[in-house]
T-cell receptor, first 111, second 113 residues
Framework: QKEVEQNSGPLSVPEGAIASLNCTYSDRGSQSFFWYRQYSGKSPELIMSIYSNGDKEDGRFTAQLNKASQYVSLLIRDSQPSDSATYLCAVKATNAGKSTFGDGTTLTVKP | DTEVTQTPKHLVMGMTNKKSLKCEQHMGHRAMYWYKQKAKKPPELMFVYSYEKLSINESVPSRFSPECPNSSLLNLHLHALQPEDSALYLC????????????FGDGTRLSIL
């Protein structure tokens, strides 16, 4: 089992729809959770971080964390073609010097 | 504009060449990272420096040699690379090693002939 698993893509949604990206992790000691967006040919860019159970909203983005079920998700409301990118989930345990990345989910938003 | 600057943006080198990748940040971050990323794969951690000392080496071959001359600079010295080392090399920084998030540079796209 991979340490961090993301739902297999690619994921395609129409413009204006909600895109749902999921991530599960195996280490129960994980405390910090991050979503990065990476456009083709560009470097990853942090878009959301979440540390506590529940929802965290930032504009059109909502991160959801459930530590008991060991999953974290990212919802993108009113999806735009500019949201088309690969989304990377990263998980970090307390006192670990590094995060573990999932393989990423490629999202395409069709006009 | 990225706050982590990497040079060069592109590098083509032969297997016998010696070259260096450079990374600079002026955010006062004390942790700096090197990642390797192949196409359609996530970033793969290579090295972590914390307060200018090597903190993590993910069993990287010795043909890759990191160096952290000061808190703002991180180099990756390359020697006798193989074609499979062709990839995007990303530098990142964070306030401290145990902090997140990490700020990534734009990367150096390396091609080994």
């Amino acid at each position: 089992q991979k340490e961090v698993e993301q739902n297999s893509g690619p994921l395609s949604v129409p413009e204006g729809a909600i895109a749902s990206l999921n991530c599960t992790y195996s280490d129960r000691g994980s405390q910090s959770f991050f979503w990065y967006r990476q456009y083709s040919g560009k470097s990853p860019e942090l878009i959301m971080s979440i540390y506590s159970n529940g929802d965290k909203e930032d504009g059109r983005f909502t991160a959801q964390l459930n530590k008991a079920s060991q999953y974290v998700s990212l919802l993108i409301r009113d999806s735009q073609p500019s949201d088309s990118a690969t989304y990377l989930c990263a998980v970090k345990a307390t006192n670990a010097g590094k995060s573990t990345f999932g393989d990423g989910t490629t999202l395409t938003v069709k006009p | 504009d990225t706050e982590v600057t990497q040079t060069p943006k592109h590098l083509v080198m032969g297997m016998t060449n010696k070259k260096s990748l450079k990374c600079e940040q002026h955010m006062g971050h004390r942790a700096m990272y090197w990642y390797k990323q192949k196409a359609k794969k996530p970033p793969e951690l290579m090295f972590v420096y914390s307060y200018e000392k090597l903190s993590i080496n993910e069993s990287v071959p010795s043909r890759f040699s990191p160096e952290c001359p000061n808190s703002s600079l991180l180099n990756l010295h390359l020697h006798a690379l193989q074609p499979e080392d062709s990839a995007l090399y990303l530098c990142a920084s964070s306030p401290r090693r145990d902090d997140q998030p990490q700020h990534f540079g734009d990367g150096t796209r390396l091609s080994i002939l």
